[in-house]
């Protein structure tokens, strides 16, 4: 990945997917018009040259089908020759968009390429689409799909992550998510996102709360026991519920853009991609795929934690971010410094691309060197990316 580097990548607030949320009644190739206009504005025109748009998305239906990356390069008013299509690789599908992003300029396909993700889930719910496959009874046990949230809990408990640390995961997250607000640098790459006149829609990360205490956290019941009939057989035996509401990441609304690009004399990039991985997973064992995808990642990098300046690692529910800082030897300081997933919000499609710019936001605040992003996704899907300031 030495040729490939990240140009610039801009995010939206992170809006509440309900009716009155912050972003809920503007469409979804609108919020990618405005990262897009954004992205093009600090780059003096150069996102426009881009050679094709890759959109990550989960919810591929209503207000998000028909393609929604060619509905947003439409929208946004780019070039009719550029190329634009839209993948979906559940919560990591923007990470894995910029990693495509990032091989096309490597070998040449592309000159530069834009890639990031959007996920409106205030119009379009989570397993909207209905597949076969979250209620399939013919697939074999293993292969059954099983709710995050219950793959969350049993893997809480097959770890031995008890509800004391999930909950100082989740107080850590609100708390740091909240201090960050007060320090512009950890949000440079943060677009405020404008209503249809002109008035501002949302500015902040609409779903961080930070009147949360230890004792609020104590305070709650376990969430998702309710979920699990369904999916017994799936389950495979009785699950022990130890997650509640606050160790899930909010749904929310939300978009990313990145311009992967080679390096050129024209405009300063603000990191070069080191190396970029993406690890299947034991669908068994779902969540754990990103620590494949890190590990695989760090080692193209010939690189350990203890090299990397800042981590941003997906709170895909809080076993996976108490498990990382339980069994890996990294600095806690080191990992979301402006608080994760639990704190801010959760839009699947652009995740990963909201988690890199939040990354670059953080290593340039900070004066760090080197960074990594992790993200997780049910089924056993994981993808990682090393980065390097330029």
Known sequence: ??????????????????????LAQLAPQELVRQLFAGLDGRLDGVARN????????????GAQGGNIALVSKLHSGLPDATAAYTLNN????????????????????????LAGGVEMMSRVPFMADKADYYSDPTMPARSRYIPVALAADRLAEDEKIDRAMLDARALESQQRAAAAEANKAFTRSRIAITRNDGEIALAADECVRPQTTAASLAAMQPAFAELAAPYKDALGRTV?????????PPVCDGASLALVGPMNGSTRPRARIVSYAECGGD????????????????AQ???????????????????TIAK??????????????TGGHLAKGHPMGASGGILLSTLLDALEARGGATGLVVASGATGI????VVERV
Do not use: W
């Open 240 to 248: 022990d519920h130890r997650h509640t509401i606050a160790h899930a």
């Open 90 to 113: 559940y919560c990591v599908s923007s990470l894995t968009a910029i990693g495509q992003a990032a091989s096309m300029v490597a070998t040449r396909q592309a000159q530069s390429v």
């Open 382 to 385: 994981g993808a990682a990316m």
């Open 324 to 337: 990382f800082l339980r069994d890996r030897d990294v600095d806690p300081e080191r990992v979301n410094v």
């Open 301 to 319: 990098a010939g690189m350990k934690l203890s090299d990397v300046d800042c981590i941003e690692f997906m709170e895909a529910f809080a076993v």
């Open 1 to 22: 990945m030495s040729s490939a580097y990240l140009i610039d990548a801009v995010r939206s607030p992170r809006g509440k997917a309900r009716a009155d949320g912050g």
């Open 50 to 61: 881009a050679e094709a748009l890759l959109l990550g998305c989960v919810g591929q239906i």
């Open 283 to 298: 669908p068994y064992a779902s969540l754990l795929a990103g620590f494949g995808a890190m590990d695989r990642a760090l």
